[in-house]
């Protein structure tokens, strides 16, 4: 295929950065690109500029490049619409991979646009770009049950259950994201959505 068929797109993992908050239910966007950047052997390096870690590379007809912004989740538009600038790119262009408790953990659901649905990445990047109309890879965390804060319920670790499939689960959203650069967004949609959890 001739270079000039190349397009880029960026996929952008939610999450917060530092130990801290690396294997908890708010980092699933996160975990996810880490995995795709991992099978497409792709290495992530610092980028001041847009304060975020960024890894390059090419997967089929995509010139893809694998964000992960560090700026918190309540400012993780800001990262994105500062790379949409400098990459002259538009919100069609980008793909987001975020946790969503309105999902039963192991579910996916893609969308091609809507509201944030109060998660504050979702939020976030919506104000900075002044459009909904973006797509994005939920991946289901469950909800809380046992009365903790929201805040507090995607803040905290995996538990032993959610642990002994959480591998099973990035990869399926891996396998999405990678049916996403290769088949029409309707056909992956009809297939994800489907209501089934590992």
């Known amino acids: ?26 980092n699933l966007g ?6 795709l950047a991992r099978q497409l052997d ?18 089929g007809r995509w010139a893809v490049d694998l964000l992960l912004p560090q700026t918190f989740m ?26 969503d408790t309105a999902l039963k953990f192991g579910q996916l659901r893609i969308r091609s646009q809507g509201s944030s649905g109060g998660h504050n990445g979702l939020k976030s990047i919506s104000m900075h770009l002044g459009t909904h109309e973006f797509i994005r890879l939920k991946m289901g965390v469950g909800s809380n049950e046992v009365g903790q804060p929201l ?8 538990n032993s ?14 396998a999405a994201l990678k049916s996403l650069m290769t088949e029409p967004l309707t056909h992956v ?10």
């Open 151 to 158: 805040a507090d319920y995607v803040l905290s670790d995996f």
């Open 189 to 198: 949609m009809n297939r994800v959505n489907i209501k089934l959890t590992l």
């Open 74 to 99: 309540n400012e993780s538009g800001w990262t994105v619409r500062r790379y949409l600038d400098y990459y002259k790119m538009a919100a069609a262009q980008i793909i987001v991979v975020c946790d």
């Open 30 to 35: 996160f975990l996810v690109i880490e995995e």
């Open 1 to 26: 295929m001739a270079d000039e068929a190349v397009q880029p797109l960026v996929v952008i993992g939610l999450g917060n950065p530092g130990r801290r908050y690396a294997h908890t239910r708010h």
């Open 161 to 174: 259950a959610e642990t002994a499939v959480l591998d099973e689960f990035i990869k399926n959203g891996v």
């Open 42 to 59: 792709l290495s992530f390096k610092a980028d001041s500029y847009l304060n975020s870690l960024i890894a390059k590379g090419k997967s």
